[in-house]
């Protein structure tokens, strides 16, 4: 039986030292996918260095975030917060103009890469909204058809499963959690924030797919957080940004 693996990623933030890590945790395992959720950019202080890099994983599917698409000059900072503005300025300022135009071609989700698995940023139905719920996930289990969909932009690691006529909320815990689906459920998944984790575990954390056997594998690795932290702060970027890296806020 065929055992193919997917590595998914999302919310690299522009975090240099924890990509690299992921990528170093990985480094000996083959990926016939590599699926990348969005928000490349935005808070880090490597907004190219982290582009460049993603573009040379080999068999890569990359939907845009609203992170890219403001540093891409495709939208308006409204909504972000005074620090998010300032860093997505300073963002669209040090990448390269190849990166740059990467980044405006990058597709809107969702896209689908068949077998029912769908991609996407917030959510299958807007990509700058948050999947917070299971209310949230109920309006995306009842409009769209998928049986697995990755997402995510509210950096947190967690899954909405539908087996049957009810929806379970899953946090996806400590430094391996797995899931198997099983037959006639569908599922949401978030493989949380390789750059910017927010659920109070500053670990990188990225996820594995087995799609043969319909298995979920969330990981967290450690990384250079002290580095990364004082080039967010060298840089003239908000504190802040770099600060909420220690605690994973
Ligand atoms: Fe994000």
Same mark, same amino acid.
Not at 35 to 42: R, S
Not at 205 to 218: H, I, N
């Given at each position: 039986?065929?055992?193919?693996?997917?590595?998914?990623?999302?919310d690299? @933030?522009?975090?240099?030292?924890?990509?690299?890590?992921?990528?170093?945790?990985?480094?000996?395992?083959r990926?016939d996918?590599a699926?990348?959720?969005?928000?490349?950019?935005?808070y880090?202080a490597?907004?190219?260095?982290?582009?460049?890099?993603?573009?040379?994983?080999?068999?890569m599917?990359i939907?845009?975030?609203?992170?890219?698409?403001?540093?891409?000059?495709?939208?308006?900072p409204?909504? !972000?917060? =005074? =620090?998010?503005?300032?860093? =997505?300025?300073? *963002?669209?300022?040090?990448?390269?103009?190849?990166?740059l135009?990467?980044l405006?071609? /990058?597709p809107? $989700?969702p896209?689908?890469?068949?077998? %029912?698995?769908t991609?996407?940023h $917030? *959510?299958?139905v807007?990509?700058d909204?948050?999947? !917070?719920?299971?209310?949230?996930?109920y309006?995306?289990?009842k409009?769209?058809? !998928?049986?697995?969909?990755?997402?995510?932009?509210? @950096?947190?690691?967690?899954a909405?499963?539908?087996? $049957?006529?009810?929806i379970e909320?899953?946090?996806?815990r %400590?430094?391996?959690?797995?899931?198997i689906?099983?037959? %006639?459920?569908?599922?949401l998944?978030?493989?949380?924030?390789?750059?910017?984790?927010?659920?109070r575990?500053? /670990?990188a954390?990225? %996820?594995?797919?087995?799609?043969?056997?319909?298995?979920?594998?969330?990981k967290?690795?450690?990384y250079?957080?002290?580095?990364?932290?004082?080039?967010?702060?060298?840089? $003239? /970027?908000?504190?802040?940004?770099g600060?909420?890296?220690?605690?994973?806020?």
């Open positions: 039986m065929a055992n193919r693996r997917f590595l998914i990623i999302s690299v @933030h522009a975090n240099m030292e924890a990509l690299s890590a992921v990528l170093r945790a990985v480094s000996r395992r990926y996918k699926i990348c959720l969005g928000d490349l950019v935005g880090g490597n907004p190219d260095g982290v582009v460049s890099r993603l573009r040379k994983i080999p068999r599917v939907v845009r975030g609203n992170h890219d698409k403001v540093a891409a000059g495709l939208a308006s409204e909504n !972000f917060n =005074a =620090a998010a503005k300032r860093s =997505a300025e300073w *963002t669209a300022s040090k990448l390269s103009k190849e990166n135009a990467f405006r071609r /990058l809107q $989700g896209v689908e890469l068949g077998e %029912g698995i991609i996407c $917030g *959510t299958m807007d990509e909204a948050y999947l !917070f719920s299971d209310y949230d996930a309006e995306i289990f409009c769209c058809a !998928f049986d697995v969909c990755f997402f995510g932009h509210s @950096h947190y690691p967690c909405f499963k539908q087996a $049957g006529g009810s909320f899953i946090q996806l %400590g430094e391996s959690h797995e899931l689906l099983e037959k %006639g459920a569908r599922i998944i978030n493989p949380g924030s390789v750059g910017q984790p927010r659920d575990n500053p /670990l954390s990225f %996820g594995e797919y087995y799609p043969d056997s319909r298995r979920f594998v969330l967290r690795v450690s250079a957080m002290e580095k990364a932290r004082m080039k967010i702060i060298k840089a $003239g /970027l908000p504190e802040n940004l600060n909420r890296l220690l605690a994973g806020t």
